[in-house]
Structure formats: structure tokens, C-alpha cells
């Protein structure tokens, strides 16, 4: 058990739509990475926040944006959803504010029909 | 920026032979070197790293080797077993800790 808590486990949604995928951090850790898995194209960075705020990004589209709270839980927010979407949304998380990630969520399926 | 290269995509060996996972990196400035193993319907999990001051790292039956004049790494896995059966991903780091890249993946079969 990696600590980092996914929810949900499976999202399904249409065209168009908006969806909010949470995580919670392994306790302790203060930064906290999002991944987007897809078949072709393997693990790709998102973004990265380290104690609320942002720290590095990545291949994130302008359509999705994350956040950091107070309790160190994060929130990736996808919106106006394509096809192309569709993927394993990993959350990932580590002690320290350099752009390593330790530990890493079950991860959130998103089907978008 | 950093470029990592990952060969082969798929490898399959009998159970109790070894596996070897080679991985190219681009930016010279790199000096860390995870390497995650991805179970079905599971996250990455950290397995084993090594840090640029070192050429060689075990852990049981795990070894990862590091060529900087190449600019190479490589995962050695021993006496495979059913379990070892995963996708492997290998990642490098620049000394700045700005770029963080993942390689594309090896399935890894184990067959008993």
C-alpha cells in the first residue's frame, strides 16, 4: 500500500462534460504529482504542487487544472472532455518539493463515451 | 530537454532465467535514475534507483548499473518468478531537479 488515496476508481462521462478527480497524498508528503496514462503515449507529467502551491508543469492542457489545499489533498479538474481524454489519471506524491515522485495511487480510469 | 529511451518494449523469459531492461538517457546533466514496476489495475511502484556517484546498486534480486560516459542504464532482474511479471518504467532526473522523464515501458513476462 503506496498511502496515496485515489478517488474515483472509475469515472465515466461524455463528451463535453466536466469531471473532478481527488487524491490524498501519502501522510507526511508535501508535494503531489498528476500523470496521464494512456496506451501510446506511456506516463506523462501533468503538473506538480509542493505545500499548495504549483511547482512544475508539465504537458497539461489549458482545459485542466489542479489545485493543492490546505490539507495537502489535490484536485485535478478536467473540463469540456474529448475522446482523446480517456486514460489512467495517476496521483503521485513525495517528502520533498524536487519533482521526483515516490509513491503513487491506484489511479482513476476515465472512459469518456 | 531530456529524453529517455527504453528497449525492449516487451520480454518474455522462462521462470528462473534473468531479464534485462536497458534505458538511454539524452541530457548529461541527469544524475538520478529510478526505475518503477506498474502491476495490472496498480499505480508505479519505486523499485530500486541509483544516483549518478555510483555504478551499480542490489537489492536482493534486483540490480540496476550505470554508464554515464554512455549515458545508460539498465535494470537486471535474477531468477525471474511469476510475480516479476509487470510493465517496467525507467525515469532519469537532471541535476536541477526541473525534468523528471519517464521511458515508454517493458512488458515483462515471466512464463512458469
Known amino acids: 500500500d503506496s498511502g496515496v488515496t485515489q478517488t474515483p476508481k472509475h469515472l465515466i462521462t461524455a463528451t463535453g462534460q466536466r469531471v473532478t478527480l481527488r487524491c490524498s497524498p501519502r501522510?507526511?508528503?508535501?508535494?503531489v504529482y498528476w500523470y496521464q496514462q494512456s496506451l501510446d503515449q506511456g506516463l506523462q507529467f501533468l503538473i506538480q504542487?509542493?505545500?499548495?502551491?504549483?511547482?512544475a508543469k508539465g504537458n497539461i492542457l489549458e482545459r485542466f487544472s489542479a489545485q493543492q489545499f490546505p490539507d495537502l489533498h489535490s484536485e485535478l479538474n478536467l473540463s469540456s472532455l474529448e475522446l482523446g481524454d480517456s486514460a489512467l489519471y495517476f496521483c503521485?506524491?513525495?517528502?520533498?518539493?524536487?519533482?521526483?515522485?515516490?509513491?503513487f495511487g491506484d489511479g482513476t480510469r476515465l472512459s469518456i463515451l | 530537454g531530456e529524453n529517455v529511451e527504453q528497449h525492449p518494449s516487451t520480454l518474455s523469459v522462462q521462470e528462473g532465467d534473468s531479464a534485462v531492461i536497458k534505458c538511454t538517457y539524452s541530457?548529461?546533466?541527469?544524475?538520478?535514475f529510478p526505475w518503477y514496476k506498474q502491476e495490472l489495475g496498480k499505480g508505479p511502484q519505486l523499485i530500486i534507483d541509483?544516483?549518478?556517484?555510483?555504478g551499480e546498486k542490489k537489492d536482493q534480486r534486483i540490480a540496476v548499473t550505470l554508464n554515464k560516459t554512455a549515458k545508460h542504464f539498465s535494470l537486471h532482474i535474477t531468477e525471474t518468478q511469476p510475480e516479476d511479471s509487470a510493465v517496467y518504467f525507467c525515469?532519469?532526473?537532471?541535476?536541477?531537479?526541473?525534468?523528471?522523464?519517464f521511458g515508454p515501458g517493458t512488458r515483462l513476462s515471466v512464463l512458469p
Open positions: 503521485a506524491s513525495s517528502g520533498g518539493q524536487g519533482n521526483q515522485p515516490q509513491h
Open positions: 501522510s507526511g508528503d508535501l508535494s
Open positions: 504542487y509542493y505545500n499548495g502551491e504549483e511547482r
Open positions: 541530457d548529461s546533466a541527469s544524475n538520478y
Open positions: 541509483i544516483r549518478s556517484n555510483v
Open positions: 525515469a532519469a532526473r537532471d541535476n536541477y531537479g526541473q525534468n523528471f522523464v
